[in-house]
């Protein structure tokens, strides 16, 4: 078997879709993305696909070898997202050659449903309690937010109470079973971090995520001294070197996103590498459906496997949804907040390929927003 052809499709609502093709008619698709960074992964996918052409799609691990390391110049999230896409694609394939779910060729399963949260808030988090309410009447588990909108580098008193009032409607809605995860998203310095962290302690969030920005994480020991709410990170992280110093750190939560750290092969790494430190897995997932089915693939081989984050219904989801790209909505039909285990070959779902190559039609230029302070200076998003 050969590869033939590699593909690419961007598609709202902000996604990037690659599909491959080879002689035998297996076709893998995998979600090659960053946000607002499309074109760029877009563009290295292509001239990836230079060396993939003609090559054995079976030969996952020495494909990801060549395609991390043959350039010389290696890492960066351009380059390892375009890869993790194609590195999807290549596991989707070797699971319908093989008859197998990729969870079955990662070792097998370990668990029969994974525990998956869903979003409230949005950026500027206003009527929290019925967004929870609705979450919770939906099944779900635990829900995640964002802490604060725009905050100044040392939080005011007035910003720390408003971090804790909606994490507390929070709270007061889900009760001491259920959970909530709240993201710093890097909008907060270290000291403010500290500050709010010891404020938010007494809510018992299930973690903080991204207290500060990743090319701070050597503040993140003094963070984890400091604060008895286990920390997260890692959607800004692209391999297992650069999850060696938060996990060294005491980071309790590893986020790798599998559209963004290598793909399936690296992420399975980077799941062994926390568990080396103790902490557990939660892969970054607020992206399309082929990025989520690799993620629960992940989640069901993954002994040391937390939550799984997912995009119904999330903010960023204008124009389409999780399931406008699948024939089956079923590998992501939640009960009581989990998604359960199939057997389908490859990924687990059924992309709808005309679909795809009508939203590629569209396309789309998707950018985060670009904050500024009240003086005019620039701004964590
Ligand atoms: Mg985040």
């Known amino acids: 078997m050969k590869i033939t052809r590699v593909e690419t499709f961007l598609v709202p609502p902000r996604w990037l879709f690659c599909r491959i093709e080879t002689d035998d008619g297996v076709v893998g698709w995998g979600e090659p993305v960053v946000e607002g960074r499309a074109e760029p992964v877009r563009a290295a996918v292509d001239v990836l696909a230079e060396y993939l052409i003609g090559q054995d799609p079976l030969r996952i691990e020495d494909h990801w070898q060549v395609l991390t390391k043959g ?6 999230p351009v380059l390892s997202s375009a890869v993790a896409g194609l590195d999807q694609a290549l596991w989707d394939i070797a699971g319908r050659t093989y008859g197998a779910p990729v969870h079955a060729l990662l070792g097998g399963p370990v668990r029969d449903r994974v525990r998956v949260y869903a979003w409230v808030g949005g950026d500027e988090p206003t009527e929290l309690t019925d967004q929870v309410t609705a979450q919770v009447e939906a099944g779900f588990t635990a829900v995640k937010m964002n ?4 905050t100044s580098p040392v939080v005011t008193a007035a910003e720390t109470a408003a971090v804790v009032a909606r994490v507390t409607a929070a709270r007061e809605v889900l009760g001491p079973d259920r959970d ?3 993201d710093f998203h890097g909008r907060f310095s270290a000291a403010a971090a500290r500050r709010v962290l010891a404020e938010l302690a007494p809510l018992y969030p299930l973690f903080v995520e991204e207290p500060v920005v990743p090319e701070q994480s050597h503040l993140l020991p003094g963070l984890v001294a400091a604060s008895p709410v286990p920390l997260a990170t890692g ?9 060696l110093a938060p996990l060294t750190a005491g980071v309790a939560v590893a986020q790798p996103d599998l559209s963004h750290a290598g793909g399936i092969s690296e992420v399975h790494r980077i799941a062994s590498l926390a568990d080396v430190y103790g902490a557990h897995l939660a892969p970054h997932c607020p992206l399309g459906p082929i990025a989520l089915a690799a993620s629960l693939q992940i989640a069901f081989a993954t002994p040391n496997f937390l939550i799984q984050e997912q995009s119904r219904g999330i903010h960023y989801n204008k124009d389409a949804d999780l399931l406008s790209y699948v024939i089956d909505p079923e590998p992501f039909r939640f009960v009581d907040g989990h998604a359960q285990r199939g057997d389908i070959p490859g990924l687990g779902i059924t992309v709808d390929e005309d679909a795809v190559r009508a939203a590629d039609r569209t396309g789309h230029a998707w950018r985060n927003p670009v904050w500024r ?3 005019g200076s620039f701004a964590e998003w």
């Open 71 to 76: 350039g010389f110049y290696r890492g960066g």
């Open 235 to 243: 959607e800004r992280l692209y391999s297992r070197s650069d999850f």
């Open 180 to 182: 909530v995860a709240v």
């Open 147 to 150: 802490a604060a909108g725009l």
């Open 373 to 375: 302070h009240d003086d």
